[in-house]
């Protein structure tokens, strides 16, 4: 059984940092591409980077150069690293893995940034 769990999220005030993290159970996790997404209120869910088992990243471009996301295949673990935070990234954040064409989603956390 897939099991992502997500933790890390909280309140923050702008221009602060947060460091989320992503522990999956049921897989080979070294073998599979992991992802953050995030969906903000009222919105569509939107991708914010992904990492390839081997460490390749790609990051959409607004999340550039404040997000970092890595990943420790030892623990089973993803992680987003945040700076600089901005009012606009509050929203809750999820991770993300496709094995065999099916998506599978954690529960969420929720990042809040006031200004």
């Known amino acids: 059984q897939v099991q992502l769990v997500e933790s890390g999220g909280g309140l923050v005030q702008a221009g602060g940092s947060l460091r989320l993290s992503c522990v999956a159970s049921?897989?080979?996790?070294?073998?599979?591409?992991m992802g953050w997404y995030r969906q903000a209120p009222g919105k569509q869910r939107e991708l914010v980077a992904t990492?390839?088992?081997?460490?390749?990243?790609y990051y959409v471009d607004s999340m550039k150069g404040r997000f970092s996301v890595s990943r420790d295949n030892a623990k089973n673990t993803m992680y987003l690293q945040m700076i600089d935070l901005k009012p606009e990234d509050t929203a809750v954040y999820y991770c993300?893995?496709?094995?065999?064409?099916?998506?599978?989603w954690g529960q969420g956390t929720q990042v809040t940034v006031s200004s």
């Open positions: 049921g897989i080979i996790f070294s073998g599979v591409t």
């Open positions: 993300n893995t496709d094995i065999r064409l099916r998506q599978y």
């Open positions: 990492i390839t088992p081997r460490g390749n990243t």
